[in-house]
């Protein structure tokens, strides 16, 4: 297959699941009785066609293209890890904690240190499925969920009990200090933990197209025991991956508390999750970083705009949870080449044709 | 009752919706298809059931309809992964998803944060007292007064072990899960069995649903089933797909879950961390066993 048609190919596959989502979302609207065009250019208008907006939804994308990352180099390497949702609360909830406990700190080492410190969190709790995974070859798919929940009661017990803000109205930690925020850029939301989670983007392209350990993903990924013969490590080079994915997990919870929620409280990443979120991105950016930016600016900007549905028409918001579920479930199969074969079916009959013309 | 028979009838309570997951995801798991949307059927059972209950007042049509439902579900996942050889892996969770959304979703638009039908289900009258034994002193409290589908649960540990062990049927399911070619190569039509082998599995996970919500608490809450699908999925992994030893693995998940009930009670201040022990447990249990099943294994390198 040549590089130009398998690009139409991606692109296609990755089009015409969302759109048949949404189609079955507007039937789901029509169902109680709202008009579903309104919706959807109300979800697209409020997000991307006012700079405003596009800001905002840039904003969004910051901690999505973080997971969505984390998630990417974990399948890639043909690893179900789906702990990104519990590593990413643990260093959201860490970062929270630095960030108000520790004061009178310059405000960009403050900053930095909250970072390091979520970085650090999400790493090590990543640590237990990757040793249960690489040297006991225990399921990491069922540990890693175990552990989600896991972790989301411990932090639920926390932020209850030993951490609750006794000012606040509802349960949560206190306010983080001022120090410790990313600012606000030119009035809107951007920050520049934006900027933050654009360098670690870059940093992944070059690990995934240019690294060695980029390659040795794709070889594990591919097949692990001819990955083992050519004389890789594939014990440690597992623990490295699940590791730099927990790592750029708790960043991006760190990152989501300093620049957007500023407390910890029980709905933190919102629903269905950050991490959850990730794995759609991930999968709809095909396991590439650049798939997973454009994934995860498509798919802030779904967020965005669900926050103004719910303002301007009867819709709960929840209905972009529902699509994005739909979107995860078509994108399960490969639309176009797997089964219908349309493209290759239709090139090998041009390719005929040539030839038939040759032969004339 | 005291503390002990306390944490055995709990402990029978809290396996019961566990094994019929399992129960439901051992044929699929026997016949090679991951199927992780266990979650998502039950979810949708206990949801649909309760919301019908709501709109009828009727348990027996509800429980009907949640079935269907959840019929339709499993054949979107036997469509997606059999038919069209999908990632069961990202079928199961895409399912997982929708349900939860759903759920969510549907009750915003009812405008109530859970579905309560206290009032037309007595949860006291559903308990089944089974007559003699409940005049024994202690086994009749312990055994006597759950629910039915709790009851089902357990009958549906020897039921399922005959359909698997006994009947055509079970053996279709195993060689296809063995060898799909081989089971090919005999005139086996493979994807029915499979179809067949997750429509089972979305029924069980169905019962396991309406027994959360409307058989014991009459009331459905969003995302009630806190990945006890998951469990089920662990202790099936466990059990190796045996419905005997998994279902053991379910009861033990069951008592973790009534120790944490139970332990609660007394532990004051940190009583909220005791909702992690079964989580903890079901992790050190999957990875003892994963150990212990390894511990022979000599293979050059990995193999994941």
């Given at each position: 297959m040549n590089k130009q048609k398998k690009w139409v190919l991606n692109i296609g596959n990755s089009i015409l699941p969302v759109l048949l989502a949404f189609v079955l979302g507007a039937i789901l609207m029509l169902a109680i009785g709202e008009n579903p065009w309104d919706v959807y250019s109300i979800m697209i208008g409020k997000s991307l066609f006012t700079v405003k907006g596009i800001l905002k939804t840039l904003h969004g994308a910051a901690p999505l293209i973080l997971t969505g990352l984390a998630i990417a180099i974990t399948f890639k390497a043909g690893i179900y890890n789906m702990g990104v949702e519990g590593q990413m609360l643990l260093g959201g909830f860490m970062a929270g904690i630095a960030g108000y406990l520790i004061t009178g700190l310059p405000p960009v080492i403050h900053v930095a240190l909250c970072l390091l410190i979520g970085i650090a969190s999400g790493m090590l709790f990543a640590v237990i499925p990757a040793v249960l995974k690489a040297y006991f070859k225990v399921n990491e798919m069922v540990v890693t969920l175990m552990l989600n929940y896991a972790m989301i009661e411990v932090l639920q017990f926390l932020t209850e009990g030993p951490f609750r803000d006794p000012a606040s109205g509802f349960v949560s930690t206190p306010r983080i200090a001022e120090t410790a925020m990313f600012n606000k850029l030119w009035g809107s939301e951007i920050t520049p933990f934006f900027f933050v989670a654009m360098g670690v983007f870059a940093i992944m392209y070059v690990v995934f197209n240019r690294s060695r350990l980029g390659f040795e993903v794709t070889a594990i990924g591919k097949n692990n025991r001819f990955a083992e013969a050519t004389g890789?490590?594939?014990?440690?080079?597992?623990?490295?991956?699940?590791?730099?994915?927990?790592?750029?997990?708790?960043?991006?919870?760190?990152?989501?508390?300093?620049?957007?929620?500023?407390?910890?409280?029980?709905?933190?990443?919102?629903?269905?999750?950050?991490?959850?979120?990730?794995?759609?991105?991930?999968?709809?950016?095909?396991?590439?970083?650049?798939?997973?930016?454009?994934?995860?600016?498509?798919?802030?900007?779904?967020?965005?705009?669900?926050?103004?549905?719910?303002?301007?028409?009867?819709?709960?918001?929840?209905?972009?949870?529902?699509?994005?579920?739909?979107?995860?479930?078509?994108?399960?199969?490969?639309?176009?080449?797997?089964?219908?074969?349309?493209?290759?079916?239709?090139?090998?009959?041009?390719r005929t044709k040539k030839i038939d013309g040759v032969e004339e | 009752m005291g503390i002990t028979s306390n944490i055995v009838y709990d402990t029978i309570y809290?396996?019961?919706?566990?094994?019929?997951?399992?129960?439901?995801?051992?044929?699929?798991?026997?016949?090679?298809?991951?199927?992780?949307?266990?979650?998502?059927?039950?979810?949708?059972?206990?949801?649909?059931?309760?919301?019908?209950?709501?709109?009828?007042?009727?348990?027996?049509?509800?429980?009907?309809?949640?079935?269907?439902?959840?019929?339709?579900?499993?054949?979107?996942?036997?469509?997606?992964?059999?038919?069209?050889?999908?990632?069961?892996?990202?079928?199961?969770?895409?399912?997982?998803?929708?349900?939860?959304?759903?759920?969510?979703?549907?009750?915003?638009?009812?405008?109530?944060?859970?579905?309560?039908?206290?009032?037309?289900?007595?949860?006291?009258?559903?308990?089944?007292?089974?007559?003699?034994?409940?005049?024994?002193p202690i086994l009749g409290d312990l055994i006597s007064g759950h629910p039915p589908l709790t009851y089902a649960a357990f009958?549906?540990?020897?039921?399922?072990?005959?359909?698997?062990?006994?009947?055509?049927?079970?053996?279709?399911?195993?060689?296809?899960?063995?060898?799909?070619?081989?089971?090919?190569?005999?005139?086996?039509?493979?994807?029915?069995?499979?179809?067949?082998?997750?429509?089972?599995?979305?029924?069980?996970?169905?019962?396991?649903?309406?027994?959360?919500?409307?058989?014991?608490?009459?009331?459905?809450?969003?995302?009630?089933?806190?990945?006890?699908?998951?469990?089920?999925?662990?202790?099936?992994?466990?059990?190796?797909?045996?419905?005997?030893?998994?279902?053991?693995?379910?009861?033990?998940?069951?008592?973790?879950?009534?120790?944490?009930?139970?332990?609660?009670?007394?532990?004051?201040?940190?009583?909220?961390m005791f909702e992690v022990l079964p989580y903890v447990i079901m992790v050190i249990v999957l990875a003892v066993v994963s150990v212990l099943k390894n511990r022979n294994v000599n293979e050059r390198g990995f193999e994941s």
């Open positions: 890789m490590d594939v014990k440690k080079k597992i623990m490295t991956i699940m590791l730099i994915s927990g790592a750029i997990s708790g960043l991006a919870g760190a990152g989501h508390m300093m620049s957007d929620q500023y407390i910890y409280s029980l709905n933190f990443s919102g629903l269905p999750g950050l991490g959850w979120d990730g794995m759609l991105i991930a999968l709809l950016g095909m396991h590439s970083p650049v798939g997973v930016m454009i994934a995860a600016v498509f798919y802030s900007a779904l967020i965005t705009g669900s926050q103004s549905i719910a303002i301007y028409s009867g819709v709960p918001k929840e209905i972009v949870a529902v699509i994005q579920g739909l979107i995860v479930l078509f994108l399960a199969i490969q639309f176009i080449e797997r089964r219908t074969g349309v493209i290759s079916r239709w090139t090998r009959m041009m | 809290h396996s019961a919706p566990i094994i019929l997951c399992v129960l439901g995801g051992i044929f699929a798991y026997k016949a090679n298809v991951l199927n992780i949307a266990l979650e998502g059927f039950m979810l949708m059972g206990a949801f649909i059931s309760a919301l019908f209950v709501m709109l009828w007042g009727s348990t027996l049509l509800a429980g009907i309809i949640a079935v269907g439902v959840g019929l339709i579900l499993g054949l979107v996942f036997s469509y997606f992964t059999a038919s069209r050889n999908g990632n069961p892996i990202i079928t199961g969770l895409a399912i997982n998803m929708i349900a939860l959304s759903f759920c969510a979703f549907m009750l915003k638009v009812m405008g109530t944060a859970n579905v309560n039908v206290s009032s037309l289900v007595s949860v006291a009258d559903l308990k089944i007292h089974i007559p003699i034994i409940q005049d024994i009958i549906g540990i020897f039921v399922m072990w005959l359909i698997m062990y006994k009947t055509k049927l079970g053996i279709y399911i195993r060689v296809v899960g063995e060898k799909e070619e081989a089971a090919k190569s005999v005139g086996i039509n493979t994807t029915m069995i499979k179809y067949i082998a997750i429509l089972i599995g979305a029924v069980c996970c169905v019962l396991a649903g309406i027994n959360l919500s409307v058989d014991r608490v009459a009331l459905f809450t969003n995302n009630m089933t806190a990945g006890r699908g998951f469990i089920a999925i662990a202790a099936i992994y466990c059990g190796r797909g045996k419905p005997g030893a998994s279902a053991m693995y379910a009861l033990v998940f069951g008592f973790a879950k009534s120790l944490s009930v139970n332990l609660k009670l007394f532990a004051g201040p940190i009583s909220g």
